[in-house]
């Protein structure tokens, strides 16, 4: 069952996703050569909590940490620790919140002081694709057609979407229904109504989309090595034009 959220639940929920930006505004301001995973990880926990919320992920099915932090070929769900980002390198961080009882979930790659032009084109697509599936997030369609604008983007520039990941429902669960895939044909799946919210995030491989889970039993990587970018926001549908509710 898709739980559709009244206004007021969608005003906490807003809430709960600023908080979200605005981590990821702080830690963007981090990130340097240098910085460890761990350290943002860090950052990320002490501006949430100074908001006054809770980080969603910090025991969420045992998983260790505030945030994800996942470098080059890894995919999503990089416990942070004591690895240090290097020059040239993309650190895609995942942030969840938790306020008044309702959950806010939201990713972005970023570069790690100067890229090269193939890992700035990744992280741009990937940004693309997330818009082009937030424009399909809209009272009558179909929730398919988000994941098929997401793929035919990705696709037609070269790359390719991971299929074993997908987005989600979010609200006073982080996970809740439906799944929200990044591949697929349009027109399939429930039809999307007012008050619903999702979390959408293409996750975008620079080669094939195979993807493994590491011996942490957590982070998961690229099966090829090679590069990996992951953009995500909480979204209400709406009539017209979604309300991204990740914004600071």
């Not at 898709?2 to 969608?10: A, F, G």
């Not at 693309?128 to 035919?152: C, F, M, Y």
């Not at 669960?173 to 293409?202: C, D, K, S, Y």
């Not at 011996?215 to 034009?241: C, I, M, P, Q, Y």
């Amino acid at each position: 069952m898709i739980y559709k959220k009244s206004e007021r639940e969608l005003a906490y929920m807003r809430d709960a996703g600023r908080i979200v930006a605005l981590t990821l505004r702080e830690l963007e301001k981090a990130i340097r050569p240098g910085v460890t995973t761990g350290e943002l990880d860090a950052i990320a926990e002490a501006f949430i909590r100074r908001q006054g919320a809770q980080p969603a992920f910090k025991g969420l099915y045992g998983y260790p940490a505030s945030i994800c932090a996942s470098v080059n070929e890894q995919v999503v769900h990089g416990i942070p620790g004591s690895r240090r980002l290097q020059e040239g390198d993309i650190v895609s961080i995942d942030v969840g919140t938790v306020l008044n009882g309702y959950c806010g979930d939201g990713a972005a790659t970023f570069p790690v002081g100067a890229i090269s032009s193939a890992a700035a084109r990744l992280l741009r697509i990937t940004e693309e694709a997330l818009g082009k599936g937030i424009e399909q997030a809209v009272a009558g369609n179909r929730l398919s057609d988000i994941s098929h604008a997401i793929q035919q983007w990705v696709e037609g520039h070269g790359f390719s979407v991971v299929r074993d990941f997908v987005g989600h429902g979010i609200g006073r669960r982080m996970h809740e229904e439906p799944q929200v895939p990044n591949f697929g044909p349009p027109g399939r799946g429930p039809r999307l109504e007012v008050g619903m919210t999702l979390a959408i995030e293409p996750m975008v491989n620079e080669g094939g989309y195979e993807v493994q889970v590491l011996e942490d039993n957590w982070t998961v990587v690229t099966r090829d090595g090679k590069l990996s970018a992951h953009f995500e926001h909480t979204v209400a549908v709406r009539d017209g034009a979604a309300e991204i509710l990740t914004r600071p």
